[in-house]
């Protein structure tokens, strides 16, 4: 099982900017799924952004549209610049990966990732 590691959470005011970073996934192929994922407190998981390795093409939540922003390097880290933070964008922060090219479901479904971050703490404030 892969592990990732994440980094860059931190509190902030409303309308602040927070960059997190997700170590890359190191698989053997080239293809792969990572998704970005929160948790507010005493709420579900969500997803909030996800990025196809092969194309980079990306999802969002409705709720980040235009302030999200989710990309790989060339190492296959993952990034999700986070602007314009709002009171509700609060909470743990996991990136996730899935090695194929195929996912049976939206990759905004966190339980369609098998390798997960432990977490890293957004905390909005006005």
């Known amino acids: 099982q892969v592990r990732l590691v994440e980094s860059g959470g931190g509190s902030v005011q409303t309308g602040g900017s927070l960059r997190l970073s997700c170590s890359p996934p190191?698989?053997?192929?080239?293809?792969?799924?990572s998704g970005w994922f929160r948790q507010p407190p005493g709420k579900a998981r969500e997803g909030v952004a996800a990025?196809?390795?092969?194309?980079?093409?990306t999802d969002y939540a409705d709720s980040v549209k235009g302030r999200f922003t989710i990309s790989l390097d060339n190492a296959g880290g993952s990034f999700l610049q986070m602007n314009n933070l709002k009171l509700e964008d609060s909470g743990m922060y996991y990136c996730?990966?899935?090695?194929?090219?195929?996912?049976?479901?939206?990759?905004?479904?966190?339980?369609?990732?098998?390798?997960w971050g432990q977490g890293t703490q957004v905390t909005v404030s006005p």
């Open positions: 996730a990966t899935q090695p194929g090219g195929y996912l049976p479901g939206t990759p905004l479904q966190g339980n369609l990732y098998t390798d």
């Open positions: 190191r698989y053997s192929t080239n293809q792969y799924y």
């Open positions: 990025i196809y390795s092969a194309n980079r093409a």
